[in-house]
């Protein structure tokens, strides 16, 4: 329908309702019209309960059920509850026990596949298993941006660029969406930091937030077509953000047009009066949205009896709506869909495949990857990642499927989640294919020999047969970084690796120079201190369950990495551009963090100040070698098209991705140097050459102005766009005219 005309029939329909908001309905006189007799669009069905409802039936909808993680059921009006489930790696708490799903690799591996047909497939295959196990809301994606490394929850996100982190939010949540589940994207907003997640005020200028913090969620609405969106815990701009009128009221529904609701996050509502800010449903239990709460705010003044009424009233409307759309009001529909595998070989399929993609090659000195399986004889695996181990317990003594099994205990592996509590999804079949040792030790063939050594590094210092086992290694594969103990919710973690991580890769590399470092984490670790002693450097985000076959595959050869780096690694922590601001100070009794650094955050701020990442934004080797050319613009309108040739110059194929970063000369207002706007990952036969055109739309050269509260294009200005490997490895440059 003509986008006004639905305005139109939306304003009659609320016109209608809001005529019945005064009364009770005299339910003993009219017939009783059933969710799934209601007639005509979403928005009509909704008013049509809507209007049947008592205002305690309707006050019952905006807080969960005993469970926790359902709506209520009116069941005199047929409306049934509707289930939620966390994400976003996966369904982890599914109802009537059926938790166990497939554990996908976390939302920054995703991102750094820089494959939005990867994204498809992810949403499409947790939407699948949401819907196998009778989940309506999957709580996920998570799309808050990469502002510092040390956020505990970067693992789950999309990275620090926001047109990367919206293009992949964007086909997540359409895929999830078009399986009759609605995908909550989380969390809104600015919960760009774990401490003090509960109380801090971020304060952030309306420019970047609009160019940096908010994208990804308006992806999420105006491409995603998502319909529910789930508030953070924190503040912004001095009210937090479930009572945040600016978020939830202006910029959600007034600036994008949003029809759906807002849930609140766990406990993150924290006054009666959220719901006139655009709160819609708390969760998990109704500690502010109950009427005891509405009536003691309206005695004591702090709101009208008559504007909490039409607001419940709204705020039901759009719980109903929403329900509608998907279906989950239609006769015969089904909670759960038991037409679809519970252990899906299509979501194994895709979590691989992801996988595949996610693994950043940061470090390859003289080719010393990928290992030749005919000159191979011998590999050795230390670190406290290569095997899957229970929440940071000690690996198994001789490590393997056996001592794992014995030690799990239901947790799952710091390879396969990363993070803990609401992030993670255990895993159900081809769990040892998330191991690294196990999965080497089945690539490598009959010839060779995979050992892990449960060591740490002053064992290998003290004990001359155990460093004589590494000595005498063809290659010793490290693996270190992060686990759901130490990278999870409510808490930052370190930037630098734990000393002992770092020492045994010294102790390793003293032994034998071959070494191989394969780090977990979600974004940024610490790796200057030791670069030196490695060989070569993966950084391997947490994989999911597959990530031991992508990690073994990309060892041999039989994958060529094409993951790059979604946010950009500090050589140290000091040097990031918001390390300053962070953790902020304490204002009134108000953790406070202010985002001074602005625009000038992640590469943006690198490039602002002249310093050098260590990895930059956009990196990631590869075997193989590519060559760019026929660099072209041409403007048509307001687009812009780039054209250029990619040819693969090596030996072997591979895929490199194509960036596009677009900055502009002499804006009135600062600008960074260059801001992503566009990239096209293309896989390539050795030879091989593809011409490839990408169009930039107007959007891709318009900034937030403060004074017009709109994106705005400064006519008459010169652009330059820049095709590049990686954020400092620009391969051409062409300037034009706006
Ligand atoms: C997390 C959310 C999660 C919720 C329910 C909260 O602690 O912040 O992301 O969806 O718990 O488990």
Request: with cysteine.
């Given at each position: 329908m003509h986008r006004k005309a639905t305005l139109a029939l939306l304003a009659a329909t609320i016109a209608l309702?809001?005529?019945?908001?005064?009364?009770?309905?005299?339910?003993?006189?009219?017939?009783?019209?059933?969710?799934?007799?209601?007639?005509?669009?979403?928005?009509?069905?909704?008013?049509?309960?809507?209007?049947?409802?008592?205002?305690?039936?309707?006050?019952?909808?905006?807080?969960?059920?005993?469970?926790?993680?359902?709506?209520?059921?009116i069941e005199r009006l047929g409306i049934p509850s509707f289930r939620m489930a966390d994400g976003p790696t996966g369904v982890r708490n599914g109802p009537n026990g059926l938790t166990t799903g497939c554990a996908f690799p976390c939302g920054s591996a995703l991102a750094a596949t820089w494959n939005p047909d990867l994204a498809t497939a992810y949403g499409k295959a947790v939407g699948l298993e949401a819907r196998a196990r009778g989940v309506q809301f999957q709580l996920g994606p998570g799309v808050n941006i990469c502002r510092v490394p040390v956020n505990g929850r970067n693992f789950e996100y999309f990275g620090e660029d926001p047109f990367l982190a919206a293009a992949i939010t964007a086909n997540w949540t359409k895929a999830c969406s078009d399986q009759g589940v609605v995908p909550t994207v989380k969390h809104f907003a600015a919960n760009n930091q774990e401490l003090e997640r509960d109380y801090v005020d971020a304060i952030i200028d309306e420019r970047v937030l609009q160019e940096i913090y908010l994208p990804a969620f308006k992806k999420a609405v105006q491409a995603g077509g998502t319909v529910a969106i789930m508030c953070s815990y924190n503040r912004v701009n001095g009210h937090y953000a479930s009572n945040n009128n600016y978020l939830q009221n202006?910029?959600?529904?007034?600036?994008?047009?949003?029809?759906?609701?807002?849930?609140?996050?766990?406990?993150?509502?924290?006054?009666?009066?959220d719901i006139l800010k655009g709160l819609d449903l708390e969760m998990p239990t109704g500690e502010n949205l109950n009427n005891s709460r509405f009536e003691q705010a309206i005695a004591a003044g702090k709101m009208k009896d008559a504007e909490l009424r039409a607001a419940v009233d709204v705020s039901v409307q759009r719980l109903l709506r929403t329900a509608a759309a998907v279906g989950w009001l239609d006769a015969g529909w089904k909670r759960r869909d038991e037409s679809l595998?519970?252990?899906?070989?299509?979501?194994?399929?895709?979590?691989?495949?992801?996988?595949?993609?996610?693994?950043?090659?940061?470090?390859?000195?003289?080719?010393?990857?990928?290992?030749?399986?005919?000159?191979?004889?011998?590999?050795?695996?230390?670190?406290?990642?290569?095997?899957?181990?229970?929440?940071?317990?000690?690996?198994?003594?001789?490590?393997?499927?056996?001592?794992?099994?014995?030690?799990?205990?239901?947790?799952?592996?710091?390879?396969?989640?990363?993070?803990?509590?609401?992030?993670?999804?255990?895993?159900?079949?081809?769990?040892d294919d998330g191991d690294y040792y196990a999965s080497i030790k089945k690539l490598a063939g009959d010839k060779i020999s995979v050992t892990y050594l449960p060591t740490t590094a002053s064992q290998l210092a003290s004990d001359s047969a155990l460093a004589g086992q590494v000595a005498e290694a063809d290659a010793v594969v490290v693996v270190v970084g992060f686990n759901r103990g130490s990278e999870t919710e409510s808490f930052d973690r370190a930037f630098d690796l734990p000393a002992e991580h770092v020492a045994l890769i010294r102790a390793a590399s003293k032994a034998n120079p071959h070494v191989l470092?394969?780090?977990?984490g979600g974004a940024g670790v610490g790796i200057a201190p030791w670069q030196e002693n490695a060989a070569a450097i993966m950084h391997a985000y947490y994989l999911g369950q597959a990530g031991g076959i992508a990690v073994a595959e990309a060892l041999f050869g039989d994958l060529n990495p094409s993951g790059r780096l979604c946010s950009t690694f500090d050589a140290k922590w000091e040097d990031n551009p918001a390390f300053p601001y962070y953790p902020g100070t304490n204002q009134n009794g108000v953790p406070t963090e202010p985002y001074t650094?602005?625009?000038?955050?992640?590469?943006?701020?690198?490039?602002?100040?002249?310093?050098?990442?260590?990895?930059?934004?956009?990196?990631?080797?590869?075997?193989?070698?590519?060559?760019?050319?026929?660099?072209?613009?041409?403007?048509?309108?307001?687009?812009?098209?780039?054209?250029?040739?990619?040819?693969?110059?090596?030996?072997?194929?591979?895929?490199?991705?194509?960036?596009?970063?677009?900055?502009?000369?002499?804006?009135?207002?600062?600008?960074?140097?260059?801001?992503?706007?566009?990239?096209?990952?293309?896989?390539?036969?050795?030879?091989?050459?593809?011409?490839?055109?990408?169009?930039?739309?107007?959007?891709?050269?318009?900034?937030?102005?403060?004074?017009?509260?709109?994106?705005?294009?400064?006519?008459?200005?010169?652009?330059?766009?820049?095709?590049?490997?990686?954020?400092?490895?620009?391969?051409?440059?062409?300037?034009?005219?706006m």
């Open positions: 309702q809001s005529a019945a908001w005064s009364a009770e309905p005299s339910s003993s006189v009219a017939p009783i019209i059933l969710a799934q007799d209601t007639k005509g669009t979403p928005d009509e069905r909704a008013a049509q309960l809507v209007r049947q409802m008592t205002y305690a039936e309707k006050v019952s909808l905006l807080s969960a059920d005993a469970d926790q993680f359902s709506t209520k059921p202006e910029v959600l529904r007034g600036m994008w047009g949003f029809k759906g609701m807002v849930m609140s996050d766990w406990g993150a509502s924290h006054s009666p009066d595998p519970l252990d899906s070989a299509d979501s194994h399929a895709t979590a691989l495949a992801v996988a595949r993609e996610a693994i950043v090659l940061l470090k390859n000195a003289d080719n010393f990857l990928p290992l030749d399986r005919a000159r191979v004889r011998k590999i050795v695996l230390l670190g406290p990642n290569a095997t899957r181990v229970a929440n940071g317990a000690p690996a198994p003594a001789g490590g393997g499927v056996e001592g794992r099994r014995a030690l799990r205990g239901g947790s799952s592996a710091p390879n396969v989640g990363g993070g803990g509590s609401s992030c993670v999804t255990p895993f159900s079949s081809h769990d470092v394969i780090t977990n650094e602005g625009l000038f955050y992640g590469y943006r701020g690198y490039d602002k100040s002249g310093k050098a990442p260590l990895y930059p934004f956009g990196y990631g080797l590869s075997y193989t070698t590519f060559e760019l050319s026929n660099f072209k613009l041409d403007k048509l309108g307001a687009d812009v098209t780039v054209s250029f040739d990619l040819k693969n110059t090596g030996r072997l194929a591979g895929a490199q991705v194509v960036q596009l970063y677009v900055g502009e000369q002499g804006c009135p207002l600062p600008r960074p140097v260059r801001e992503l706007k566009g990239f096209a990952k293309i896989a390539l036969k050795p030879g091989e050459s593809a011409h490839r055109q990408i169009i930039l739309h107007k959007d891709a050269f318009a900034y937030w102005s403060p004074e017009k509260k709109d994106w705005t294009v400064d006519a008459g200005k010169s652009f330059s766009i820049e095709a590049a490997f990686s954020e400092r490895d620009i391969k051409a440059k062409a300037d034009i005219d």
